[in-house]
């Protein structure tokens, strides 16, 4: 057996009126959501780069220029989708993912088995091999979203 890691980082500005998705799901009632060329899902982004980064397949600025008008608005699921299809056709899946979200409002607690298995369904993933952990900025970064994700692979 084989195994790689890879890691991820995306921060968003978050302004009001805007819709707020993460991990695929848009949050409902949240006050604020992300100013971004796509839909501005941080946590699908370090996702994407975490498993980009695991096979040294660069990042996802690389595979999804923001400068280039063909993937203006292209859904974070689509970018997660193409990542994961590079992992499998190199024979490797992965075994677990960890991801950090900070952002200091809306709660994200009572979001956390939706957003659990939102992942899992788009990774091919078993919901216990998903682990979300949420944190405040305790207020240093009230209009921001960051989100980070480590992921283990296997290869038979
Ligand atoms: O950042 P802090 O340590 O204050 O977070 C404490 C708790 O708040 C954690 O249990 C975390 O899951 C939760 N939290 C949340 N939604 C957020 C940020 C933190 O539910 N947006
Ligand atoms: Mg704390």
Known sequence: MTYRIGYGEDAHQLETGRPLWLGGLEIADSPHGAVAHSDGDALLHCLSDALLSSISSGDIGMHFSDTDPQWKGVSSEHILKHCLNRVLEQGYTPVNVAAVV????????PLRDALISRVAELLQM????VGLTFKTSEGLAPNH???RATLLLEHP
């Open 102 to 109: 900070t952002l200091d409002r809306p709660k994200l607690g």
């Open 126 to 129: 078993s919901v216990q091999d």
């Open 145 to 147: 979203i960051q989100a």
